[in-house]
């Protein structure tokens, strides 16, 4: 099983500053396999990157993702009042169990 | 518009059964594989099983194993997870999530807004 560690578990920034998540693996994830999503509190999760870097369709070009092997990226460029949630990455490899991170909260400081 | 929406979930004893359902419209649900996730109350998400579009292929995470049937009904559009002998740890938001599977790129694109199971005496 592929384990998925993220860090921080929070990271406490205010709007307008830079936001680094990070995701590492417990062995190598392939860049296809690797998403991010956001979910606010009482919201199901929102795809926000696919392929390690792609964003899906209607997201911010303020969000970007990075990286391969064992270390992923989640960058949000300035922060909007509106992105602080909680954030998880996600394997979906071509076989099961298809695991998630524990989540990071982004929180107003 | 790509709509899942959940139902079935509620208060159950431990060792009870529950059958959820998960109603697909706004695209071809025959064409797509299916997941269930939760998420226990204040925790994380938690990949629970897995069904092929044609519902030849069925996976289950360890947890859940021998006690929940996942199955679908490509004609009525519909998902479904069977559960049986379910355990205080069971409790859950359970959520229904399209999967993409093509070439260069796997992800869940589209999720339901889920339907709470809890597991309580």
């Known amino acids: 099983e592929i384990v998925l560690t993220q860090s921080p578990g929070t990271l406490s920034l205010s709007p307008g500053e830079r936001a680094t998540l990070s995701c590492r693996a417990s062995q190598s994830v392939g860049s296809s396999y690797l998403a991010w999503y956001q979910q606010k509190p009482g919201q199901a999760p929102r795809l926000l990157i696919y392929g390690a870097s792609s964003r899906a369709t209607g997201i911010p070009d303020r969000f970007s993702g990075s990286g391969s092997g064992t270390d992923f990226t989640l960058t949000i460029s300035r922060l909007e009042p509106e992105d602080f949630a909680v954030y998880y990455c996600h394997q979906y490899g071509t076989s099961p169990p298809y695991t998630f991170g524990q989540g990071t909260k982004l929180e107003i400081k | 518009e790509v709509q899942l929406v959940e139902s079935g979930g509620g208060l159950v004893q431990p060792g009870g059964s529950l059958r959820l359902s998960c109603a697909a419209s706004g695209f071809t649900f025959s064409s797509y594989s299916m997941n269930w996730v939760r998420q226990a109350p204040g925790k994380g998400l938690e990949w629970v099983s897995y069904i092929s579009s044609s519902g030849s292929t069925i996976y289950y995470a360890d947890s859940v194993k021998g006690r929940f049937t996942i199955s679908r009904d490509n004609a009525e559009n519909s998902l479904f997870l069977q559960m049986n002998s379910l355990r205080d740890e069971d409790t859950a938001v359970y959520y229904c999530?399209?999967?993409?599977?093509?070439?260069?790129?796997?992800?869940?694109?589209?999720w339901g807004q889920g339907t709470l199971v809890t597991v309580s005496s």
């Open positions: 999530a399209r999967g993409i599977a093509a070439p260069g790129r796997r992800y869940f694109d589209y």
